[in-house]
């Protein structure tokens, strides 16, 4: 099928692009020219209604990636305009188009505790898609207001969405900090010491585009485990003081992410 990712230049639309390209026909809309050729290039803005109706024609489904991608890059009322504005006006020209499936890339930051420079703590661990949404940012912000945006489409138009929470993306430039990271654990608290690597976010934009009886899915992608050579357990419990932790999750595996991604495993087959 023919697919329109928006953002498909940037850190990850590469990566998704690549991955959509061995199924699919791709269709790469941005405001800069992609690096890579795994796909036609449209140049365009999600805030501009004509680009966006243009750019759907003949598309099937849509992977909307585009968004400011941190709180300290551009100003609060930017963040907003791009987050909320861009991804109504991604979703308006999707249900005009007749699109049938759209996958919104939505963060962990919803929570609050990515930015909530600890004054957000997680009612419970592992954190699950159940889980209060109390942003304290607006990046934060916009991304729980997104996701809303894709729900009312459903209802709305008959629209199927899907958003992937996923936390901190890492490349290969990631990796080679490891080390680095492990050894201060207490820089990491509100990203709850988790990672995805890029090439698994793909993967599952990939598996959300496609798989069957979604109406709305609000799912969590993360890594099995933490980037942290220290007990999960151990972790909450001198960082996260008094959050309840369920031992028997954390059983099988010492190491295992503070993320539950049991949902998105059952439901994508990943």
């Known amino acids: 099928m023919r697919v329109l990712v928006t ?3 940037g850190y990850v639309g590469e990566k998704v692009c690549a991955e959509l390209a061995r199924e699919h026909e791709v269709v790469i809309f941005d405001l800069q020219e992609p690096a890579g050729g795994s796909g036609r290039y449209l140049h365009g803005s999600i805030l501009s209604p004509a680009d966006l109706s243009w750019a759907m024609q003949g598309c099937e489904a849509v992977a909307h990636l ?3 991608p941190h709180p300290g890059t551009e100003s609060p009322d930017r963040i907003m305009e791009i987050n909320v504005l861009g991804t109504h006006r991604v979703l308006e020209a999707a249900a005009n188009a007749g699109v049938s499936r759209l996958v919104m890339a939505s963060s962990d930051s919803a929570y609050g505790l990515v930015f909530g420079e600890g004054r957000v703590r997680p009612e419970y661990l592992p954190l699950d898609e159940e889980h209060p949404l109390r942003p304290r940012d607006p990046y934060g912000l916009s991304k729980l207001l997104g996701e809303e945006i894709c729900r009312c489409f459903t209802r ?4 199927s969405t899907v958003c992937l929470r996923y936390c901190w993306v890492w490349s290969e430039q990631h990796h080679a900090r490891l080390e680095e990271f492990a050894a201060t654990p207490e820089r990491f608290i509100g990203q709850l010491w988790g990672y995805v690597d890029r090439e698994q976010v793909a993967q599952a934009v990939a598996a959300s585009l496609t798989a069957e009886d979604i109406e709305h899915e609000t ?5 099995p485990q933490t980037f942290v050579p220290q007990p999960t357990l151990e972790l909450i419990a001198e960082y996260l003081p008094g959050v309840r932790a369920d031992e028997d999750y954390f059983a099988d595996d010492p190491l295992r992410s503070c993320f539950n991604t ?3 495993e059952r439901v994508l087959g990943i």
């Open 219 to 223: 799912l969590l992608i993360a890594g």
């Open 156 to 159: 709305s138009h008959g629209l």
């Open 262 to 264: 049991a949902r998105a």
């Open 7 to 9: 953002g498909g230049a």
């Open 66 to 68: 585009a968004a400011i």
